[in-house]
């Protein structure tokens, strides 16, 4: 065990190396062919305003992979509310969605009016004032993207939610390990521990108010509990050998994660308010990566008593432990969607380490992203994009791709490596 304890360490210091940056920018690296052409003119009078919130908003549309928002360079018309509209300018554009808006100051804070227009049946479809103090300038524009991209597609935004991630600063023993909380698009980092020591698989309660990791401060693995507001945090677990992977259930009750106190790694669940655990595997295999289904009555997780890491899926009821997954030799780090219709899971192929979809009723397996050295994905609580790391280069940046793969994008850091992502819960 000592031996196994070891050469994790030695992975991880391969795998975090260099210097990392917390605030990354994004960089769309595919486009869908079946994005809603859209336009989001700027918004009157917020010219100098610390934040362009038109340019988020339209930043964030096209992230999502739906919509194929107009350069500001071919709006020919700058409207800032519905009246002033001229449908049939927007129409010669191949615009069928167009957003306006009009920025104030309102005492310390601001005054955000927008409106959602659908061009071809020329009729408003949406039109609300946001007000924001001086601090949340910045937290406005998500929240109107949700709006928009709700009214269109049917399904909730998820542009104001979160993402946990890892970063490493320096080489050899001068490295740095530090866990941040960001928004959505990477931006607005906040630091939420630092260490010399790795830290591991951030995990968000469902409330989206703590984080549950691994940190090795104390020389070997435990997992910590850390509340995001006050910043205080418990040690959950310390066994001797391996405490990783904790997953969150869906009522907070509860932690499964990978323990080796027993011997090899297996799968347990502990009961956070007693701290009891029950063992969920026992075989000569090595069980890890638990998830759980969204409606608490199964985990998946990570074994390789098949001869390679493949999923499976241990039902509460009957006790049951079933084989997922068929295609290929290594299938890994499942996590389902938010619907649980589908899992999505990292799969070796001849091109690589991928991200990938399978739907649990077909078993249908569908490679999503198009790089070699993908880890670590989680699913945006609206089911529409996936976030994982991955290479650029030498160096570990964070990508996404949508659900369907037709579009994707990385949040690259400008030197290092980022590592370990986590997407929160809808957070209201």
Known sequence: ???????????????FSGL????????????????????????????????????????????????DPLPRRQMI?????????????????????????????????????????????????????????????????????????EAITGIRGAFSTRIAYVTAQGVGDNMQFTLYVADADGRNSQQVLSSREPILSPAWSPDGRRLAYVSFETERPAIYIQDLASGQRVRATSFQGINGAPAWSPDGRRLAMSLSKDGRPEIY?????????????NSASIDTEPAWAPDGRSLLFTSDRSGGPQLYRHDFSSGEQKRLTFTGNYNARGRFSPDGEAIFLIHRSSNGFQV???????????????????????????GTMVIFATQQGNSGVLGAVTADGRA????????????????SPFLN
């Open 77 to 149: 018309d700058r409207p800032s509310e519905s009246d002033e509209v001229r449908y049939g300018t927007w129409r010669s554009l191949d615009v069928r969605y167009l957003v306006v808006g009009r920025a104030s100051r309102e005492g310390n804070g601001y005054r955000l009016r927008y409106e959602l227009m659908d061009v071809s049946g020329e009729r408003r479809m949406l039109g609300e004032v946001v007000t924001a103090d001086q601090n949340e300038l910045r937290g406005a524009a998500p929240y109107i993207s949700d709006q928009i991209f």
């Open 1 to 15: 065990m000592k031996a196994l304890i070891t050469s994790w360490l030695t992975a991880l210091l391969l795998i």
């Open 356 to 382: 990938a979809r399978q739907d649990l009723d077909s078993g249908r397996l569908v490679v999503l992203s198009d790089s070699r050295f993908d880890e670590s994905p989680s699913v945006a609580p609206n």
């Open 20 to 67: 990392a940056q917390a605030n990354l920018t994004i960089e769309i690296t595919r486009g869908s062919d079946r994005a809603t052409p859209v336009a989001v003119v700027p918004f009157a009078g917020g010219d100098d305003f610390p934040e362009d919130v038109a340019q988020v908003i339209h930043d964030n549309l096209e992230r999502s992979g739906y919509f």
């Open 269 to 281: 669940v502990m009961d956070i308010a007693s701290r009891d655990f029950q063992r969920i595997t």
């Open 408 to 423: 994707s994008f990385r949040l690259p850091s400008a030197s290092g490596d980022v590592r370990e992502p986590a997407w």
